[in-house]
């Protein structure tokens, strides 16, 4: 199991506590995620209960009193909590270290990343488009009304910059 994995399986079952970035009045800084909050496997990490706890140090005064999730409830459970959070844009952006992205975390920076992005099927000038290597057809086709000049400029340049092409 990777490090992330161990990580966000240990969180979402209540062995390892999470910091509140902006804790509300009454909240601590420090929670853990009530592992029997969980209504069934498909609960999202946002609709589980929480426990505060005065430090990172503290421990789960629940723990033990529920089954861990499997594998694929933690994988469900965090592809949904990123889906509520990030949406699921359909242009491009930089991601936090500056890759080009798409979607919930679609790395794109390159060709063949960027040809297994599932476009939305309302699209089949873009499909065309990808499908030919046709990076002005791809340029055109997310190009978008309701965003300004400034924003389509960078990602037609995005698009220019992608590795391989």
Do not use: C
Request: net charge negative.
């Amino acid at each position: 199991m990777s490090e992330t994995t161990d990580l966000l399986s240990r969180m979402l079952n209540g062995q390892t506590p999470v910091r509140r970035q902006n804790p509300q009045p009454g909240q601590s800084e420090w929670y853990y995620i009530d592992p029997r909050g969980r209504r069934n496997d498909f609960t999202l990490l946002t609709e589980m209960n929480t426990i505060d706890v005065d430090s990172p140090d503290a421990p789960n005064p629940v723990l033990g009193t529920a089954a861990p999730a499997t594998d694929q409830q933690l994988l469900q459970r965090t592809a949904d909590h990123l889906y509520g959070e990030e949406g699921h844009p359909n242009y491009i952006y930089l991601d936090t270290k500056g890759y080009k992205t798409t979607g919930m975390g679609a790395n794109i920076d390159n060709w063949d990343d960027f040809r297994q992005v599932k476009w939305q099927e309302n699209w089949p000038q873009l499909h065309d488009a990808i499908r030919r290597k046709d990076l002005n057809g791809i340029k055109s086709n997310v190009h978008r009304r309701d965003v300004g000049a400034q924003r389509n400029a960078w990602a037609a340049e995005q698009i220019d910059k992608i590795n391989g092409w």
